[in-house]
């Protein structure tokens, strides 16, 4: 017997600990049976990156795969992503922590999404900036919408203009003025909209492929899926027609 049956349940998150509940309380024991911290969590949640997310009168905090306390229970909400750092919240305000728990920004924003390892859009007052984990900076917040980056680069919107901006919030061209929708920017290219006809644009503001089209459905490898008159044809980047206009649908490919 590797465990005497004194406990209300067993969790098996990892080869390396073990998870017990007694008395309505979650502890952790190691594979040696060693006790790592003693039963006093009312909830466990297995996270990503080998993370678990514990719970004592109704505040989270944060332990890692050795049984090591990271974040002692403090938090309203803990949130682990994918990435290097993580989204807290307390009284509805966000920050970020890293990986060792480690408080990067201070729970003071409306709201945080972390989007990579070195990028993390951060809302205030309705506007947005942008966390560059590199620099370890907060763009300014002047960003009505930013949408997800590509190689480096976004496509955000600010007071009704369009333009692209790099991972530090810096806008790297004139506002895009002349256009009343771009978006689907990836690839260095961006679908526009200007006198209710689809066109394309690369991430300098160059028009590719004049707006000309009843919509443009996808970009990929240099070839769009677009629309004249109810039918669907695959055109280049340079205009030049690949298939007849004569399909009632295209599927990506």
């Known amino acids: 017997i590797l465990l005497k049956p004194d406990f209300e349940d067993i969790s098996f998150f990892s080869d390396q600990i073990i ?18 911290i003693e039963n006093q969590y009312d909830e466990v949640k297995q996270a990503p990156k080998s993370l678990y997310i514990v719970k004592t009168s109704g505040k989270f905090g944060l332990i890692n795969q050795y049984g090591k306390i990271l974040i002692n229970p403090q938090f309203d ?17 966000a920050g970020l922590i890293d990986d060792s728990g480690r408080t ?11 989007i990579s390892n ?17 620099e370890n900076r907060i763009s300014n917040f002047q960003f009505d919408y930013i949408s997800y980056f590509s190689k480096g680069m976004s ?5 009704g203009n369009w333009a692209f901006i790099n991972s530090k ?17 990836n690839n260095g290219m961006a679908k526009i909209l200007q006198n209710n006809r689809w066109g394309i644009i690369d991430s300098t503001g160059r028009i590719l ?15 769009a899926i677009v629309k004249i008159n109810q039918k669907y044809g695959l ?19």
């Open 155 to 159: 496509l955000s919107q600010s007071e």
């Open 104 to 114: 990067i920004i201070t729970p003071e924003f409306d709201d945080i999404i972390v």
């Open 77 to 93: 909400t803990i949130c682990v992503s994918n990435f290097t750092s993580h989204l807290i919240k307390n009284e509805g305000k």
């Open 118 to 134: 070195e990028i993390a859009l951060i809302w205030k007052n309705n506007k947005i900036g942008i966390y560059n984990a590199l």
């Open 169 to 185: 919030g810096d806008v790297i061209n004139q506002p895009l003025q002349d256009f009343e929708i771009v978006e689907g920017f």
């Open 19 to 36: 998870w017990f509940k007694k008395s309505n309380k979650w502890g952790l024991i190691n594979k040696s049976l060693e006790r790592l």
């Open 235 to 253: 055109v280049d980047i340079s205009g030049k027609k690949i298939l007849d206009f004569q399909y009632e649908k295209i599927n990506p490919f």
């Open 209 to 223: 492929l004049p707006p000309q089209f009843d919509d443009i459905d996808t970009i990929l490898h240099q070839i």
